[in-house]
């Protein structure tokens, strides 16, 4: 019944930018916190930023700088903007939201909805 579908992911040499995108759809009531982790190959999946329903972010030391996160209410969805971009940020990248959601007359909340996951590779 809800969905989160992440796009914009790629190959992009060390240097380059990308713009990650997630959109959530189905039957939302509402949205609190959006954000994104990543997970590289033998690793933890890890924070990458968060976004409060107000616009507030949170970004982790590794990325603090380069990466900016934002996100659209009206179109429940969010983006994460990658600049000068590392081989060390190649991974996995996953988006995760905090919904409430309609279901059967009923306002359900799943604090940790996650999507597919869309791959990142920087690499020359």
């Known amino acids: 019944q809800v ?3 992440e796009s ?5 040499q060390p240097g380059g930018s990308l713009r990650l995108s997630c959109a959530a759809s189905g039957s939302i009531f509402s949205i609190s916190g959006m954000g994104w982790y990543r997970q590289a190959p033998g ?3 890890e924070l990458v930023a968060t976004v409060t329903s107000g616009g507030r972010p949170n970004i982790a ?3 603090r700088g380069r990466f900016t996160i934002s996100r659209d ?3 429940n969805t969010v983006y994460l903007q ?3 971009l590392k081989p060390e940020d190649t991974a996995v990248y996953y988006c995760n939201a905090d919904i409430k959601y309609s279901s059967n007359g009923y306002i359900l909340r799943t604090p940790d909805f996650w999507g597919q996951g869309t791959q990142v590779t920087v690499s020359s």
């Open 3 to 5: 969905q989160l579908v």
């Open 8 to 12: 914009g992911g790629g190959l992009v």
């Open 43 to 45: 690793k933890q999946r």
């Open 61 to 63: 030391d590794s990325v």
């Open 73 to 75: 209410n009206a179109k």
């Open 82 to 84: 990658m600049n000068s």
